[in-house]
Structures are given as C-alpha cells and as structure tokens.
C-alpha cells in the first residue's frame, strides 16, 4: 500500500538535468537520482560528466548523459532524439554576463537571451509533444531572484530569467489541462563552485548580511524544492515560482 511520501518518488521517471555537470544542476540531479530517477545529466563536454556519472553509478543510481552546447540548436536536437522518453525537464544551464549596461552591446546581449531563454523554448518545444501523449510531464525552469530584484551590471540575464518565469506561467496557462506542469524554481545566494570568488568579496559578505538567514545557500539546499515540483505530490501545482533564498525577496531592508 502506498503511503504519502510516496508521493515523492520519481520510480520509472526519466528526469532531464540541463548544466547539471556541477553546481545546483548537480544537486538536483543527485536528488532526483534519490527519489528514484533515472537521470540524464547535461553539460557541453561529454568526458567532464563521466566522473559525476561514475559517482551515480557507485550510489546504485542510473544515470546517462547528454552533451550538447545549448546555442546549437542542432545538436540539442540529435541529442535529445537519442534520449529516449524524458518525463521531467529542469532547465538550469544558464550564462551570465557580469558587465555594466552600456559594456553589453546588442550582439552580447541578443547572445545570452539566446542561450538563456531562447534555447529553453526550443528544449520544451522538442519535449513537451511526447509528456502530452503521455498525459504526464514536469517543465521546470530556474531562473533567479534577479529576475524580480535588479542588481547593476545584469541586464542581459535578468531580462532572460524573466523571460524563464514567464515562460513557465505561459507554459502552466498552454498546457494545464494535459497533465503536464510547468513551474519556475528561483534560487537567492548559493555557495556554489561558479559563486566562490563572490562568495568571498566585500559584495558577497554584503548579500549574506542580506539574507535573513544571514548566510549563503548551501548548493544541496536547492534539491528538496526541485524534487517537490517534480513529485507527483506538485500535481496542482503550475505556474509557480518557489523562490528558495533564505527570506531575501521577502525583506524590504536587511
């Protein structure tokens, strides 16, 4: 007899990871993995995910990968139609481009909205005709507390992490009645390898003195909130945006 944490197994779910090859995509695939999962981790280079694989493996979790950079949109494609049925898609890979306004020229910026934004709409479009017919699907898209709270020398990817929120409402609003839901996932400050250096400087002490938790995210603490959305026990959840940022947005004043 099945019980309610049942509800949060992914047993016989294929789940989909975009950048999953470190960071927060890492520890939402390993927590997906846990669950049940047989998960797909993604990166551009196909030998950097054999050691996170071979962990997988060590735990007695399966686990394949997919290499393809998210700007080739043929690739994406090739990739994809070899993978066989994916029932879960949280697109995380995501650039970034740390410069004042006016540093960022239209071609700069065209490119991060594409690989950002853009790449997502192609990967939902290429997924979601298969979770329809199967009448079960989870589109989870992480975006980033900028996309509601401006930081300078972000305008590129805070106007492609808008564009993610807005998809995924656009998405719950299409698709709602199929049995597929689409959510975004909203990270704050998280301690992750590509933040260290941030984490360290007088801005980062600032941002954990932000927080109401006054620290930074621990990078696993971002699992618990994905594999919810991904459960079956998130079935009316759609079109929601789970912040997971220690109270921040939450704040006026720190």
Known sequence: MSTFPDKFRL????????????????????????????????????????PRLAELAAAGRT?????FDMADRAAMQAEIGRAGTIDIL?????ERDRRPFLDID????????????????ALVHQLVPGMIERK???LILVTSIVAGLAVPNASSYATAKSGLTSLARA????????????????????ATETNEQLVASPMGERQRQRSPAKRWGDPSEIAGAALFLASPAAAYVNGHTLIVDGGVSATYLS
């Not at 975009?18 to 960071?23: A, K, L, M, N, V």
């Not at 998405?171 to 998280?190: D, I, Q, R, W």
């Open 11 to 50: 047993d016989g779910r294929t789940a989909l990871i975009t950048g999953s090859g470190r960071g927060l995509g890492w520890e939402i695939a390993k927590g997906l993995a846990e669950a049940g999962a047989r998960v797909l981790l993604h990166g551009r280079d196909r030998s950097r995910l054999a």
């Open 90 to 94: 949280v697109h995380n890979v995501g």
């Open 171 to 190: 998405l719950a609003a299409e698709f709602g009645a199929t049995g597929v839901t689409a959510n975004a996932l909203s990270p704050g400050f998280f």
């Open 136 to 138: 079960w699907g989870r």
């Open 106 to 121: 239209p071609d700069a910026f065209a490119r991060l909205v594409d690989v950002d934004l853009v790449a997502a709409h």
């Open 63 to 67: 686990a394949g990968a997919l290499a």
